[in-house]
């Protein structure tokens, strides 16, 4: 319970942003015994049910920034990468507004795909080989030397859908013509990363960074791919589950060692300093080969929404922590319970997804369909009472479940229930996991 439901005084936060993601983080940060109030700019119509949150209508930075002076807001948290890489930070922290992310130049990272392979390559970070290619000639000729399947990736930021992995070199032909020919991603495809096509099981790993200690969250696996059987085109994403069984403790070690801290040091020694969450998108080969194959320089989406399930511990006193540059002192209390989020997606995502259709059947007040399954919103806004949707990737059902097969079990059923015209979601989330046996030995 908030301290703002307990009628006492408490901090006021800021959460940037209006997905998924964000809504997961609010109503954590709100759980949190001291903290009266999270407000959530421009937020959505589930964080506007939500109880101990506010939307609050504004974007520009400026105007942010005189909201926070005006309210004495404590700190901020930035939810999506398009205010990472604009700048939000630099200008937060110019304006004397505690805030946790990357600045611009740390966030590069995830905004250039070539500034993240060349930074990888500079500081021992394992990942594919590859090519950054301005013009298509060129690109085609590399493609065509090496032959598919071949991963095409915009070197900007494309909400998840700049990557087109080529089973044939006639697709990596195309994803080429389509993005430094056709401009299909406009300014984001101007450039783009060609590299190996990797083969094995991807794992999310995310981390806490104060620019020089890190905090592993709980292991998490997403579904990118739009329908049942990993098929289809590349989306933001499907669903999400929480704990990885592939994650075990060695691994987890591992990836700690070669992925997240040289990423830190690397930052340090090019004159940088990396603040914020870092997601390090994962490939682990069949031999147990560990690659790279992405960072992100916040939380991913859908992971954020099953992770923040299972966390017992106070975010906020963590984030604080972090921004103090004590990472070191402080650690998380897990749920053991996996947690398991399922997507519904509007009609025609992720091409040409359709907004404006009503949604029925959710909760009647708030967002909890049980006290272990919440509805967390995405793409939606709100006319006249009624919830709409207004975008790709409309909520994230998630729930908790005494294993795997049970919180899967639990989630769909309320995806049940839940209905607006042309709703897509997949069928199968979790479905790697539940060939997996965990072990004593697995991260939680």
């Given amino acids: ?44 119509a589930g964080t506007a049910r939500e109880p101990g949150l506010s939307n609050l209508p504004l974007t520009g930075h400026d105007e942010l920034a005189a909201f926070c002076r005006q309210t004495g807001i404590a700190f901020v948290v930035v939810g999506p990468e398009a205010p ?35 930074f990888m390559q500079r500081h021992g970070i394992p990942t594919a080989a590859h090519r950054t290619f301005t013009d298509a000639e060129s690109a085609h000729a590399y493609v ?27 697709d990596a032909h195309a994803a080429i013509d389509m993005m430094l020919t056709e401009g299909g991603m406009g300014s984001a495809g101007a450039r783009v990363v060609i590299e190996d096509c990797l083969v094995g099981e991807e794992a999310s790993f995310i981390a806490l960074v104060d620019g020089e200690h ?25 669903g999400a589950y929480s704990p990885a069984p592939v994650v ?21 020694s090019d004159g940088l300093r990396y603040t914020g969450f870092l997601y390090a998108g994962l490939m682990i080969g069949p031999d147990g080969e560990l690659n790279t194959l992405e960072f992100n320089c916040r939380m991913g989406d859908p992971e954020t929404q ?26 998380l209390d897990w749920d053991p319970r996996p947690a398991v989020g399922v997507v519904l997606a509007s009609h025609g995502y992720p091409a040409s997804p ?18 272990d399954c919440h509805v967390f919103h995405a793409g939606t806004r709100a ?10 990737r409309v909520l994230c059902v998630t729930a908790l479940g005494t294993d795997v097969r049970a919180a899967r079990a639990n989630a769909y059923g309320a995806v049940g229930g839940i209905t607006f015209d042309g709703r897509q979601f997949r069928t199968d989330i979790a479905h790697r996991a539940l060939d997996r046996a965990p072990t004593n030995g697995d991260e939680p």
């Fill in 144 to 170: 065509r030397e090496r032959g598919a399947p071949i991963v095409v990736k915009a070197d900007g930021l494309a909400a998840g859908k700049g990557v087109v992995v080529a089973e044939s070199t006639a």
């Fill in 354 to 371: 359709r907004t404006g259709d009503a949604i029925h059947g959710l909760p009647p007040d708030g967002n909890a369909i049980t006290p």
């Fill in 248 to 268: 075990t403790e060695a691994l987890h070690q591992r990836i700690l060692d070669q992925v997240i801290r040289p990423v830190v040091t690397g930052m340090q």
């Fill in 1 to 44: 319970m908030s301290a703002a439901a307990q009628g006492g005084s408490g901090l006021e936060l800021l959460v940037i942003g209006g997905g998924g993601r964000e809504h997961a983080l609010a109503w954590t940060l709100a759980r949190s015994p001291r903290v009266a109030r999270v407000h959530v700019a421009p937020g959505n």
């Fill in 84 to 118: 990472l890489a604009a700048g939000i930070v630099d200008d937060f922290r110019a304006a004397g507004i505690s805030v946790f992310g990357p600045d611009r130049a740390a966030a590069q990272l995830e905004a250039s795909k070539d500034f993240a392979k060349s």
């Fill in 214 to 238: 890190v905090l592993a969250l709980a292991s998490s696996q997403d579904h990118k791919r739009l329908q049942d059987g990993d098929r289809g085109p590349n989306t933001g994403g499907m």
């Fill in 306 to 331: 099953p992770i923040l399930m299972r966390l017992r511990s106070d975010l906020a006193t963590v984030i604080e922590a972090a921004l103090a540059g004590r990472l070191d002192t402080v650690s």
């Fill in 383 to 392: 006319d006249d009472g009624t919830v709409l949707t207004s975008g790709g």
